[in-house]
């Protein structure tokens, strides 16, 4: 069965400190991987995904993620983290099949110091 | 940018009462689905729609029911609330395929 794992449920780190978000998961076939952001009281929005190619990807905010499959990871990364970067971020993995069904990791929230 | 929305944003009911939670998109999407989020935890998926009058359960079990009679509404109905049902529904949809979902703001649930 398909699953992902967020190894870190909270991260702090300082305002203009590099930052990587774990993301590890588990599925039989080549995945499409997701990472989304959630601010407090909103709902979801795509930050980037993967579904073949570079296994680097470059998404929104200055966020980028690397597929790598020998580690089973999509780590997500930003070299410099902004205050307003502060909220809940999630991993997922769409399921097999082609159902479209999405399987979200528990998320990790970063807070961000001044 | 997704134009996806959800209403009400926030409802506050007390137990036993039918309540229907909203959702619409503008993208001419055929999939839908209907997620669950409790504070600080993973979202689960509780329905989703292929296209108009298609509906399926998701990996997690719930007592509401949902329906897709036009492309851009896919609402979602409670016939009695319990205080278990207080969490966050989040509405999302997507393209045929495994393509990104787009998710609305959540409807905030709570049930006295």
């Known amino acids: 069965a398909q699953s992902v794992t967020q190894p870190d449920i909270h991260i702090t780190v300082s305002e203009g400190a590099s930052l990587e978000l774990r993301c590890n998961y588990s599925?039989?076939?080549?995945?499409?991987l997701f990472w989304y952001v959630q601010s407090p009281g909103q709902g979801l929005q795509l930050l980037l995904k993967?579904?073949?190619?570079?296994?680097l990807v470059q998404g929104i905010k200055g966020f980028e993620a690397e597929f790598k499959r020998s580690q089973s990871s999509f780590n997500l990364r930003k070299p410099s983290v902004h205050w307003s970067d502060a909220a809940e971020y999630f991993c997922?993995?769409?399921?097999?099949?082609?159902?479209?069904?999405?399987?979200f990791g528990q998320g990790t929230t970063l807070q961000v110091k001044p | 940018e997704a134009d996806i929305y959800q209403t009400p944003r926030y409802l506050v009911i007390g137990t036993g009462k039918k309540i229907t939670l909203e959702c619409s998109q503008t993208?001419?999407?055929?999939?839908m689905y209907w997620y669950q989020q409790d504070p600080g935890m993973e979202l689960h998926l509780i329905h989703y729609?292929?296209?108009?009058?298609?509906?399926e359960k998701g990996d997690l079990s719930s007592e509401s029911t949902v329906s897709r009679i036009r492309t851009e509404h896919f609402p979602l109905t409670l016939e009695s609330a319990r205080p278990s049902h207080t969490s966050q529904y989040l509405c999302?949809?997507?393209?045929?395929?495994?393509?990104?979902?787009?998710f609305g703001p959540g409807t905030r649930l709570t049930v006295l």
């Open positions: 999302a949809s997507s393209r045929q395929g495994a393509d990104t979902q787009y």
């Open positions: 599925y039989g076939a080549t995945p499409y």
């Open positions: 993967y579904f073949s190619g570079d296994t």
């Open positions: 997922a993995v769409a399921g097999s099949g082609n159902t479209g069904k999405l399987i």
């Open positions: 993208m001419g999407h055929d999939k």
């Open positions: 729609s292929y296209g108009v009058n298609s509906t």
